[in-house]
């Protein structure tokens, strides 16, 4: 997976004390980063524009005030002020990130070239008001994709490629249609019998590895918004969970034939360690991988 360091994103700030980066991750095309900013200024800024779109989501706030402004004199007018907005800056346009008396700030930034949104979101793409900034915007998807991205960021294991994938479509997807005021009305419909099975197959054939939802989406001739929901609905699963399942059922089916130790299981099945599949097995059966072996399966 392509990572890039924190110098490849330029800031312009005077934020105060400190600044706490994850390693910035790409999905999808698109680079993102969680950053929290640490401040005991009165009043601080960064300068948040760049050549790319920048979807910034903000996650959290300790006191004060923040958002967006066009002028560091003027702030932009807002019905509210708690985390969970999100604002969307066009390529090369000056916005900045500014707070009064905010101790700290927990945010997402995603940057992507405005052509990406074309592979990633297909015909639901809306207008021209994707070329405009917005003030403050608050949306639950946008909220909860976002901090997941912020954990797979945190965190990062190794089938966060697919999951990462997935959260970038569907946050972008929701902003889009928060911003153009606009939803698709196509009804969504499940994958036909040839791109399920081509579907299928890519995953299972790329169980133990990376797994990239804009392959297997392009292998469909699909968006990757089109093919994920396509997906979920042939299969009641999202692609991401699709595959965690099977890798799930392939680890079951070893511990069950084999005296195969669990940490060498984890590996065989795509897992970076024993507690990362441990911690996965857990969510899929409600268990752990040793239980299950020795007391679960029988049960």
């Not at 910035?24 to 960064?46: C, D, F, M």
């Not at 002028?71 to 990130?97: C, E």
Request: net charge positive.
């Amino acid at each position: 997976m392509p990572l890039v360091t924190a110098a490849d994103l330029p800031y312009r700030s005077k934020f105060g004390n400190d600044r706490v980066d994850s390693t910035p991750r790409i999905w999808a095309g698109a680079l993102v980063q969680y950053n929290e900013w640490h401040s005991t200024a009165k009043k601080a800024w960064a300068d948040l524009s760049c050549d790319q779109v920048n979807l910034v989501v903000i996650l959290g706030r300790q006191g004060g005030t923040c958002g967006p402004r066009f002028s560091l004199k003027k702030p932009m007018p807002a019905d509210r002020n708690d985390p969970g907005f999100f604002f969307w800056i066009p390529a090369n346009l000056t916005v900045y990130g500014f707070s009064e008396e905010a101790r700290m700030l927990r945010e997402l930034q995603v940057r992507f070239d405005a052509e990406r949104l074309m592979p990633i979101l297909g015909d639901e793409i809306f207008g021209g008001k994707l070329n405009m900034p917005t003030p403050s915007i608050y949306d639950d998807r946008v909220a909860k994709c976002a901090s997941m991205l912020a954990d797979c960021c945190i965190e990062g294991q190794d089938e966060d490629q697919l999951f990462g994938e997935s959260l970038i479509t569907a946050l972008l997807a929701a902003a889009v249609q928060n911003i153009t005021g606009k939803v698709s009305e196509r009804q969504v419909s499940g994958l036909v019998p040839w791109q399920l099975r081509i579907a299928k197959e890519y995953l299972q054939k790329h169980l133990v590895g990376e797994v990239s939802l804009e392959e297997v989406a392009g292998l469909t001739k699909l968006s990757l918004s089109r093919f994920a929901r396509g997906f979920k609905t042939s299969t009641g699963l999202p692609p991401y969970k699709w595959l965690l399942k099977e890798r799930i059922q392939r680890a079951q089916a070893l511990m069950a034939a084999t005296a195969t130790p669990i940490a060498e299981v984890a590996t065989l099945v795509g897992f970076a360690d024993q507690s990362h599949f441990t911690k996965a097995f857990r969510r899929v059966t409600g268990t752990t991988p040793r239980y299950w072996r020795t007391d679960g399966r029988t049960k």
